[in-house]
Each structure stands twice: as structure tokens, then as C-alpha cells.
């Protein structure tokens, strides 16, 4: 475990949710460079309302506490800025664009980084030859060029298109909410081979996930169980092990445990 | 009513015509023809906002602006020389060889109340095409007609296209030109015999202030097949009236539209299918999208009659509103008089889709370019049945000319 990266990412006391729904109530987290964290806890826990507010999605409220992104304020930037200063998040709902081809938007992300970074836009054929080198570690075919975003593809080639994505862009804060639901098992691995794949000093991956499974594969530095909004335990991989085999009624029935 | 400004534009129409008259093609058959046309649409005028086919058009628009006999339009063609089967005439020659087979073949101007372009463009008839297609031809290239109304003067053109049993063809036509001080009318007749194919890609590129109402008709016997790909991509107003008969058993229709009005522009489109014959087929699918004060209307009405037993009908109608000053009315309508049918429709109406949107900026596109993408999209699912590469590429251009950040886009094409 690394404890020397700089800090990417730290929440205190982020009460958010929809108008009329408390759904965060004062969560704390700090993500340090260089690490992977899990993040665990029932359904309706808060977890992918975190991912969405970490990412930007409209129709959220925050009604308290703050988010730091590399030491500027995440909330105040446009989901858009965000993902240009390395925040990526990889959907759970990927959605299917029809008429916008998979490279076109790979390619035009990848530009909007690169532009603002002050970097010229990248030559097309060195481009194409980067994503069929990605695509070949995530097992994905040919066909995939030529589609359009996510248009027809099955629960699991939306998710390793995600990751696709993710490993093309080489995010500095990698958000991976419930990325493993809804994959076989051989799809599991290819999507943690991606995700390790992506295991860098300078980078931060946090991953949402309701089942143990996905840390067969990976090897968080932390894991933390979100429950009601708030992080109840943070421990090592082995917190989900217990987690597996006591299920999440033994975090909840533990007050103050964290 | 004497200071009525239509009756005093067809006044002044009629006073033209009369003169031009003697001149015009076709021998007694059609002068007759167009004689009648004249005092009918003198008796019973155009329509008005009070039909329900016609009341969302912009009709201040239309009054505005003079009805001047045809003065002619600079015609392009382009077709592979010499096909062996395939006859091509401007619409006078072929009126003066055989204006009484041609008077006998289409038929005149309906009783309804709504005919009245049809007959502005029946006492004018004299300028257009004359296309035949032999019976078994099939002819392997696209045949591209380019009408290019003058600046000037308005001109009301006719297009006849005549397929023989088994004929195949790919018509593709491309309206451009005209201006904002006149009304310029069309009329298209459709003969489809027995067994035979058409694929026709029709491309409304006329210039932001002209106004135009284009008129179609098509008769589509046993088994044929008719195709049309229907792009209403410029002009001040422009409204299209439709009628595609599934007259014989087995007959097909498909139609694919999209319509892109900004600015001030209108579109309007009315298409009628009628389902006449047992085991008739149509599918029909408009895409329509509105920004600025844009408006347009899609009305569909489909037609199962008594005899079309067996028939199977889908009707689709998608809606894109991107501003809050634009209007899209769609409105389709199913009439069935028979039992043992198949018919579907639907119609949406609404802005894009927030998901798609924030998919987009998630990835770190900007929101002008993320709207500009995905209205792009839209179209692009309408676009992609145009087979004939230069032509799909030229409408991709003109889609993507009235949207946000078309650098970006123009890397979709």
C-alpha cells in the first residue's frame, strides 16, 4: 500500500441527493496517487450517486461539504471540465448512441484532453492504431470501428467498452461504477485485466461495486462499505472477504466501526 | 373579397397563361386540360389555413409572394448516354409526341377541397421531364435530374415517370434555386407497372427564401416496389403533399424523410398511403428537427380500404425541438376499413436525450458540440439510406451546415 502519492481526490462531509431524497449524509474519503480503491455497500448505500456526483451528472443536489480534485474544487467545474482534467468515469449505464461512431468519440475526448493540455491534436492513423492495441487487450473485435456508440452491444460490451475507453484516455482519477455487474465471468476477467492495466504511480482508481467478485481480480489498497449514505469500515482487501461472508447487515448492525 | 390578394395574384396568372397559351405544348388535349384546371382554381382558389391539411402553413408567407405563369428553369441532367430501354424527354417534347396518350394517362386534378395547387400546376403545365423506363429494363445507374429554379421567376414544372413491368430505375432529383418574391409548384406523377422497382431520392436544397409547394403522386401496381428517400433541406416555406396508391395485390411503399428547419424556415409534409390493394406493404419513418423559430408540420395518414386485406403498415414520426421558439406538429392519422391488418405508428416529439447528453460531456466534448452531435445523429439515421455516395456526402453537408460547431461535425461525415 502507498501512502506517499499526492492526494487526487478527498471528500469531507458530502451530504448530497435528489430534490426531495437525502442520499449521501456526510461521506469522507481520501484517494491518494498511485492507489485503488473499492467501494462496497448495499443497494440504495449511496454509491453511484457518489459516481454521479463525482462526474457531474445533473439532477443532483449538494447540500453540504466539499470535493478536491488535485487541490481545486471538482463541484465548481462543468462535468465536461472534469473529464478534461482527467476524471473518467465508467458508467454502469452505458447509453447507446446511434449515428456517432465509437471511434469519432474516442477520438474526439482524446482530442479535448489533449487540447487542453496545450497538446496538438493527434494524427488519425497513429490514433487508430492506439485504440486496435486497446481493443486487443480488452478482447474486442474488428466490428467495433466501424459501430456506433454502444449501438446493439450486450450488457458486456458496453461495460469492456467502458474500460476501452478508460485505458485510451488514461484517466488520472478513474471512476468505475458497477463496472463488474452483469458480466460472465470471462468477461470479468478481461475487464480487470483493463482496469489493472490502468495501475499507475500517478493515477487513482476508485471502484463502486455491490459484489465481492471483482476483487478476485483486483487488488484494492482499501475497500470501505458505504451504507446510508455514509462510509461505515474502511480496511483491506480482507474487509470484503468478511464482508462475503457476513454479509452487509453485520457492517450496519456495528455502529462507528469506521 | 375585391381586394383579395389571391384572387388577384390568380387573376394576374390567368391573364398570363392566356397569353402564353397558344404556345404552350401538348395540342388540343392539353390546352383543354389546362383551360379547365384554370377556371376551376379561378371558381374555388387555393386553400387556407381553414383546411386541416393545410393549416400550419405559413400562409402570410405565401400571399405575400406573386403567382407568375412558368418561365422555365435551367435543367440538369445526367445519365449513363445511350441505355437501351430508357427514354428521356423535357416535358413539352414529350407532350407535343404524345400528348393524348400522356392527357389519357394522368389523371385530373381532384374534387376535393384541398386541390388547388394541383391545380395551379395542371393550367401550367409546359415545363419539366418526361422520364419511360421500358418493361423489363432495369437500368443500372442512378439517373440524376438537377431542377434549378432562376432567381427571377417562379416556375411550376411537372415530372412524369413512366416504369414498365419489371423496369428498374433510381431516380435521384435535386430541387434548387428560386427566390423570395414568388410561389413556385410542382407536380409529380408516378406510374410503377407490375413487378417494377423504384428508388427515388428526392432533395429539397432550394435557396433560404424561396417558397414552394411540391406536389407527388404515385401509382404502385401488383408487386411493384416504390423507394423514395425525401430530404426538406432548405426554403423559405416548403410543403410537400404526397400520395402513394398501393393499388395491386402485393404492392410496396417505403419512405424515409427528414426535414431541418432553422431560422424562420417551415417544412411541411402531408403524405397520404393508400393501401387500395390486399397484402399491400408501406413502411413510412420521419425524422424532423426544429431550432430558432423554425416550424414544421409531419402529417401522415394512412389508408387501409376495403379491399386491402392482409396488409401490414408501420408509421414512425421522431421529433427533435431545439430551441424553445421552435414548433413541430406531427399528426399521424390511420384509417382502417378492413380486418386482418398489421398497422403500427407512433409519434414523439421532444428535446435530446439528457443521458446521450452527459455520456457526451463526460467524455470532455463541450455542450454546443455534444447537442450538435447528437442532433447530427438523428439525422445521420434518415441520411444513411441514401445509397448514391455523392449525393449522400452532399446531404451530410447540408445537415451539417445548420448545426452548432460544423468543423466537429463535418469529422462524423
Redesign the interface.
Known sequence: MSNNGATILRIENLHAGIPGRKILKGLNLEVRAGEMHAIMGPNGSGKSTLASVL????GYEITAGSVTYLGQDLLAM???E???QGV??A?QY??E?????NV??L???YN??RK?RGEPEVDAFEFLELVRGKMKLMGMNESFLSR??NEGFSGGEKKRNEVL?MTV?EPTLALLDETDSGLDIDALKVVSQGVNSLRDPSRAIVMVTHYQRLLDHVQPDQVHVLADGRILRTGDRTLALELERRGYDWVQAAPGAA | MKSDPRQHALNTLAEQLGQLSPGLPGGSAWSARRHQALQRLLAEGLPDKRNENWRYLDWAELDRRSLTAPAGLHGGLAHPPGTPGLEILPLGEALEREGERLAALLPLPGSESDTGFDLLAEASTGTGWWVRVAAGVEVGEPLQILHQRKPDAPSHLRVIIELGAGARLHLIERFAGGDGEVLSVQATSLFLADGSALQHTRLFECSGESALVDQLEASVERDARYRQALFMLGGRVLRSSQRLRLRGRGAEAELDGLFVVDGQRQADLYTVIDHEGPQTRSRERVHGVASGRGRAAFNGRILVGPAAAGSDSSQTSRNLLLSPTAEINARPQLEILTDEVKCSHGATTGSLDPDQLFYLLSRGIDPETARGILTYAFCEDVVGVVTDPAVRRRIEELVAGQLPDRDLIQELL
Open positions: 462526474a457531474g451528472r445533473p462543468a462535468p465536461e472534469r473529464a478534461r473518467f468515469l458508467f452505458p447509453v448512441i446511434p449515428g456517432v461512431n469519432y468519440l477520438k474526439a475526448a479535448a484532453r487542453h456506433g456508440v475507453q484516455l
